[in-house]
């Protein structure tokens, strides 16, 4: 049976890789807020290790499925890990072909 995430496209890439990045936000938030030795920080500390894990995971996974020549610019580090942003932008059909990220551009 294939692996389910070898289906994982780009886009959908980059979509959950700035999902998980918000998530981890939004707990980091909760975290700052929380007395440090209630349940809610302990649980929000857990939450923000797992989705670490989780980023690092699926990361390692786009690393060894895009071929570096698919990816000229070197946008796949981007997508799980570090704080630069990437937003979509115009690309051509023959930009595609060239690279799987053509669509995306790291936000300045």
């Known amino acids: 049976m294939m692996d389910p995430l070898f289906r994982f496209k780009p886009w959908d890439h980059v979509v959950l890789g700035k999902r998980l990045r918000e998530c981890r936000e939004a707990v980091m938030g909760l975290l700052i807020v929380a007395p440090t030795d209630g349940e809610t920080n302990r649980i929000a500390r ?49 930009d595609r072909e060239l690279d799987d990220f053509a669509g995306w551009e790291l936000e300045e």
Request: with cysteine; aromatic share 2%.
């Open 46 to 94: 857990h939450t923000v290790a797992a989705v670490d894990r989780l980023r690092s995971e699926i990361d390692c996974h786009l690393q060894m499925t895009r071929p570096m020549r698919r990816d000229p610019r070197r946008l796949s580090r981007h997508i799980y890990g570090g704080q630069a942003h990437i937003s979509g932008c115009l690309a051509s059909e023959a």
